[in-house]
């Protein structure tokens, strides 16, 4: 469990997340090939029933998702892109409750979301600067003091099926400063496709899984109103984003993405 002074060194505490150096190949001395990126490849995903059921990971017990309760146009599928990004970037249409991987070949990976709710919207652009399995939560003090029942987690929520931040985390920075967003998962499966959530992006469990696994690299991230409306060209008032922290800050153990 880690304390306050922690949290406060977390974000100062990043040397030795470094990336290991890669090793040698063995064998006949060959060079080892390297590995292809998570993107590179369209991938075919088995149904949803295979997708959403139960699994053991990390130590932790998943349950089944009730795909007979979830509207099928939130279940992982690929999708033909509507993003016009480069592959490896996330887009999130927060209109649709979609978030998309973008693939070679004018495909993308489309994900079901929950968004933040009134007072909690936020649209615009970062980076996936670390990202963490099975991630201890820690509520900052402004989500405290309006919900004082979290005090008990003051020092940080074990990580668990129960946890909000979900079996992954992946931390978005801007400008080489923490939002306090995460693209993480929730144990809340019936919120996918509502605007649930205190300014984060909520994914199935087993999704969040699929897609931290193909975050291979310092992804950009655009959250954005639409990806068919023109909502995003400029024009209109947009919302200020939350000045609230969602999140106490990055775990020191997180893993640096490079």
């Not at 088995?46 to 007979?68: C, N, Q, R, T």
């Not at 080489?176 to 144990?187: A, E, N, V």
């Not at 939350?242 to 997180?254: F, Q, R």
Request: proline share 10%; hydrophobic share 40%.
């Amino acid at each position: 469990m880690t304390d306050s002074r922690d949290r406060s060194a977390r974000l100062n505490r990043r040397d030795f997340i470094g990336g290991a150096a890669a090793a040698g190949a063995a064998g006949l001395g060959l060079a080892a090939l390297p590995a292809r990126p998570a993107h590179a490849a369209v991938p075919v995903f088995p149904s949803a029933s295979v997708m959403y059921a139960a699994l053991e990971d990390g130590g932790h017990k998943l349950p089944a998702i009730p795909i007979d309760k979830l509207d099928k146009r939130f279940v992982r599928q690929v999708v033909i892109d509507p993003t016009f990004e480069p592959p490896g970037t996330v887009v999130v249409d927060t209109t649709a409750h979609f978030l998309y991987f973008v693939l070679p070949e004018s495909k993308a990976i489309r994900y079901g979301v929950s968004l933040g709710k009134a007072g909690f919207d936020w649209v615009g652009s970062a980076k996936i600067e670390y990202k963490k399995a099975w991630p201890v939560w820690t509520p900052p003090p402004e989500m405290i003091q309006r919900k004082p029942e979290l005090a008990q987690y003051a020092d940080g929520m074990p990580p668990g099926p129960n946890s909000p931040l979900g079996a992954r985390a992946l931390y978005l920075f801007k400008d080489g400063k923490d939002t306090m967003y995460r693209l993480h998962g929730t144990p809340e499966w019936s919120s996918i496709g509502k605007n649930a959530s205190s300014g984060c992006v909520r994914m199935l469990n087993q999704d969040v899984i699929d897609l931290f696994a193909r975050v291979s690299g310092p992804a950009t991230v655009h959250v954005r109103y639409s990806m068919y409306l023109g909502a995003n060209a400029g024009g209109g008032p947009k919302p200020a984003p939350t000045t609230e922290a969602i999140d106490a800050g990055v775990p020191a153990d997180a893993e640096k993405v490079e």
